[in-house]
Nanobody, 121 residues
Framework: VQLQASGGGFVQAGGSLRLSCSAS????????MGWYRRAPGKPRELVAA???????TYADSAKGRFTISSISSGNSVYLQMNNLRPEDTAVYYC????????????????WGQGTQVTVSS
């Protein structure tokens, strides 16, 4: 399985970005997909996750600003990020797993290469 993430970039505070992640060479159904991020000097943290049934989980910092979604085939996941803040600056990684609770529990078996998001004040 390969996960290809895209959509990062440089934006001013208050701006928006949309991250995309597509999985290819899938041997089974991805029942959970999501996004983690790692800021400089900080541990990796969950941003948002979604199951094949549509259940979503958000970090407190993402609630009300970020929206995770996926397409019905379950091999792509998106993260719409609005009202971005400088503290959102990080490398964002998509992850996926066939287990429904895996992504929320620490990440899936499969990881993308990461996409940089930089928010200026």
């Amino acid at each position: 399985v390969q996960l290809q993430a895209s959509g990062g970039g440089f934006v001013q505070a208050g701006g928006s970005l949309r991250l995309s992640c597509s999985a290819s060479e899938i041997p089974f159904t991805m029942n959970s997909m999501g996004w983690y991020r790692r800021a400089p000097g900080k541990p990796r943290e969950l941003v948002a996750a979604i199951t094949s049934g549509g259940a979503t989980t958000y970090a407190d910092s993402a609630k009300g600003r970020f929206t995770i979604s996926s397409i019905s085939s379950g091999n792509s996941v998106y993260l719409q990020m609005n009202n971005l803040r400088p503290e959102d600056t990080a490398v964002y990684y998509c992850t996926a797993d066939n287990l429904e609770k895996a992504v929320v529990a620490g990440g899936g078996l499969y990881w993308g290469q990461g996409t940089q998001v930089t928010v200026s004040s």
